[in-house]
């Protein structure tokens, strides 16, 4: 791929694609990957987001001397959705990570995001790579009535549709997410909304996502998360919304401190995904896992 700028000028980079949350590319959440990204600008790489379609595409650069002592294992990262630039994104990251374990062999990398530092942590197992993700120091925030409303009715999701156990909060790990808890896995599975309502509402709050949850037992959860903000109706796998709500879970006393949790997302996409949370007692950082694929094309 050989994206033109605004300038009309010509990019040599290369667009690899991969997907995260699921070791078949056909599952989890699909990302670009842009290993060398040192030529483009900001256009360039937006234009690449929005020609690949996905709800993020990530973009890396080698610092000089590193934020590793120059041990190639550190790059500072962008991502983009096809329509801005985000803070920060976890199956991009987990993508991105994958891509360069492939290259360079699994251990430990680091990521300078504009949401700050992010250690990540590739492993093999049987020839699957899976990355694990620490996220940075996450926070809790009330949420207006008002604003749940809005949210409720740009959903067309009654108020008592609503899991009264799980009540709305807006949840941060990298980036802003508005958690809503359905009562039911039928009500999560229904979902149509009023794209540009939401959409509106996503840029008054400053949010990356809606973390759509149902709680299926003591620690396994479905999530769905709308983007309109990306341009993208749904996300399919959400690293960022899973490390959030890890710290929401956490904040409200839904599960222990010292926790695994399991997140399905994307089966109602038909891109089955599974994301690993885990909390560690008396460590506010989340950490989130999953595995990662290249996904094939034509010319490969």
């Known amino acids: 791929m050989s994206p033109q700028s605004a300038s009309g000028t010509t990019s040599p980079a290369e667009v690899l694609r991969y997907t995260a949350f699921s070791s078949d590319p ?4 699909p990302a670009g990957v842009v290993l060398d990204a040192a030529g483009l600008h900001d256009d360039e790489m937006l234009a690449i987001a929005a020609e690949l379609g996905y709800s993020e595409s990530a973009f890396l650069t080698a610092p000089p001397g590193g934020l590793g002592g120059g041990s190639g294992r550190a790059f500072t990262v962008r991502y983009f959705s096809p329509k801005a630039e985000v803070p920060f994104c976890g199956h991009a990251t987990v993508a991105a990570a994958v891509a360069l374990a492939e290259r360079t062999g699994p251990g430990d990398l680091v990521f300078a995001t504009r949401a700050g530092t992010v250690p990540v942590t590739v492993t093999e197992t049987d020839g699957t790579l899976r990355a694990t ?3 940075v120091k996450p926070y809790v925030a009330g949420v207006a009535e008002q604003d749940v409303r809005e949210a409720l009715t740009a959903l067309g999701w009654p108020a008592t549709d609503l899991d009264p156990a799980l009540p709305p909060r807006i949840a941060f790990a990298g980036a802003r997410h508005l958690v809503l808890a359905a009562a039911s896995r039928a009500r999560l599975a229904d979902l149509s909304y009023d794209f540009a309502r939401l959409e509106a509402l996503m840029h008054r709050l400053d949010l990356t996502t809606l973390q759509l949850v ?5 620690t396994v ?12 109706v749904e996300d399919p796998a959400t690293g960022a919304a899973a490390a959030a709500f890890g710290a929401y879970a956490r904040e409200l006393g839904a599960v222990p401190g010292e926790s695994v949790l399991t997140l399905h997302q994307g089966e109602d996409l038909g891109r089955p995904g599974l994301l690993t949370v885990e909390l560690r007692e008396g460590d506010p950082h989340i950490r989130v896992s999953g595995a990662g694929a290249r996904i094939p094309q034509p010319a490969d």
């Open 133 to 135: 993700l620490t996220s």
């Open 221 to 232: 959860f479905h999530v769905r998360d709308p983007f309109p903000v990306g341009g993208v």
């Open 26 to 29: 056909g599952g989890g959440n």
């Open 214 to 218: 149902w709680r299926a037992s003591a």
